[in-house]
Nanobody, 116 residues
Framework: QVQLVESGGGLVQAGGSLRLSCAAS????????MAWHRQAPGKQRELVATISSRGRTNYADSVKGRFTISGDNAKNTVSLQMNNLKPEDTAVYYCNVESSWSGSYWGQGTQVTVSS
């Protein structure tokens, strides 16, 4: 069974940076897209950024200009560079891979805490 393993979360001061990484334990074929979502306490999970198999990216308005998603379909990895972090970015971040062959995969989540 394929697992997505995330790393890179932690505690950072407002204005700081973090880089999240996610890697699949085994190969995933026919990837349509890779993404990062987040869920803050008491809130619904929200989409942060996506990257298509062709490299097209989309971002939530709240992170545009601050976050950058990158991915490597061949290596089954996706990363999220987060700059100028704000306290409202505090959440558990989840990576997600969508495959037209085998369905959806989710990571276990990594905590990001931004102090003011």
């Amino acid at each position: 069974q394929v697992q997505l393993v995330e790393s890179g979360g932690g505690l950072v001061q407002a204005g700081g940076s973090l880089r999240l990484s996610c890697a699949a334990s085994r190969s995933i074929f026919s990837i349509n897209s890779m993404a990062w979502h987040r869920q803050a306490p008491g809130k619904q999970r929200e989409l942060v950024a996506t990257i298509s198999s062709r490299g097209r990216t989309n971002y939530a308005d709240s992170v545009k200009g601050r976050f950058t998603i990158s991915g490597d379909n061949a290596k089954n990895t996706v990363s999220l560079q987060m700059n100028n972090l704000k306290p409202e970015d505090t959440a558990v971040y989840y990576c997600n891979v969508e495959s037209s062959w085998s369905g959806s995969y989710w990571g276990q989540g990594t905590q990001v805490t931004v102090s003011s």
